[in-house]
């Protein structure tokens, strides 16, 4: 069965840090551009960060840009979300995404990303 699997998330106090994994499960991670993506209640699903299939393009959503980081890890098929200083507006379902492409960029669209991973909550409090 080919999924991902995402864990890592959690309760944290404003200012703290958490680590976010999304783990390819039945196929391998190395062609495919993955995105991070959150959706907070009544809120629109919006993309936080991507990093390229070859790994040397990454982008960021301007509210997250230098507390947040993307990597990945081939030998694993694991990509990584590092988040530092959270705030509580960082509060939100959290979703990594696989789109089936070899390319030296990324994106936040949607539409193109065809493996999604269950989701995992990140709560931070004020």
């Known amino acids: 069965q080919l999924q991902l699997a995402q864990s890592g998330g959690g309760l944290v106090q404003h200012g703290g840090s958490l680590r976010l994994s999304c783990a390819a499960s039945?196929?391998?991670?190395?062609?495919?551009?993955i995105g991070w993506f959150r959706q907070a209640p009544g809120k629109e699903r919006e993309g936080v960060s991507c990093?390229?299939?070859?790994?040397?393009?990454?982008k960021y959503a301007d509210s997250v840009k230098g507390r947040f980081t993307i990597s990945r890890d081939y030998a694993e098929s694991t990509v990584y979300l590092q988040m530092n200083s959270l705030q509580p507006e960082d509060t939100a379902v959290y979703y990594c995404?696989?789109?089936?492409?070899?390319?030296?960029?990324?994106?936040?669209?949607?539409?193109?990303?065809?493996?999604w991973g269950q989701g995992t909550q990140v709560t931070v409090s004020s």
């Open positions: 995404a696989a789109e089936p492409v070899s390319s030296s960029s990324c994106h936040f669209g949607t539409n193109n990303y065809y493996y």
């Open positions: 039945g196929f391998r991670l190395d062609y495919y551009g």
């Open positions: 990093i390229s299939s070859t790994g040397d393009s990454t």
